[in-house]
Structure formats: C-alpha cells, structure tokens
C-alpha cells in the first residue's frame, strides 16, 4: 500500500482544511487509517484513525470535535476535516494504515505511511 497526503496549507485561526490521503493497492479497504501529527521538535502524535468500514472512528482529545476522520473506499481515498484550526495545530500531519492489530493510537501500530503535509495555523 503507498500513501500520498495533500491538501495543507497555511489557514488563520478558527479557518478549515480539509486533508486527503489518496492510497494505491487492492488490500486498502481492507486497512484501517490514520491521521498522525508531528510539530518541530517534538514526537509524533495520534490525531485520528478509522476502521476498513468507517464505521468506527478514534480521535485525540485535543482535536475531538474539530475534527472529523472519513474514508471512501471506491476510491481508496481517507479525509480529514479540520474545522476551528488553532495555531497549536501547526504540525506536519501523515497519513498511515495497517491490515490490523489491537492499538490504533500509536506510531508503531501502522506499517505504511505517507509522506506528510504541512499545514500551518496562524494566530
């Protein structure tokens, strides 16, 4: 499965984007996702995830509300819709999947990744 992330950029605060995570591979529908984050100098952190369905969802707290993870699999494509952006938000954020395990909030639950998209919230 290759991962291609689009669709940051940079918003003011309170503004919206939208992320895409468009996926390549037969297995995909098969795989739950994931929106992961990382700012300057610090760790990768969980932002959201999904289940093959779409019917099952997970966020972090600091996005639950604001954010809202969705998949269509006809066409192998994962969202993220950020509403009510904070410049706490700046981060590059990455997309990632995996056939299945028992976690779904931590780096090393997913096997394939994107390769990232920069999205920057000004104050």
Do not use: H
Not at 17 to 24: E, F, G, V
Not at 50 to 78: H, L
């Amino acid at each position: 499965v290759q991962l291609q992330a689009s669709g940051g950029g940079l918003v003011q605060a309170g503004g919206s984007l939208r992320l895409s995570c468009a996926a390549s591979g037969r297995t995909f529908s098969s795989c739950r996702a994931a929106w992961f984050r990382q700012a300057p100098g610090k760790e990768r952190e969980f932002v959201a995830a999904i289940d093959w369905s779409g019917g099952v969802t997970y966020y972090a707290d600091s996005v639950k509300g604001r954010f809202t993870i969705s998949r269509d699999n006809a066409k192998n494509t994962v969202y993220l819709q950020m509403n009510s952006l904070k410049p706490e938000d700046t981060a590059v954020y990455y997309c990632a999947a995996d056939l299945g395990g028992v976690g779904v909030r931590k780096v090393q639950e997913y096997d394939y990744w994107g390769q990232g998209t920069q999205v920057t919230v000004s104050s």
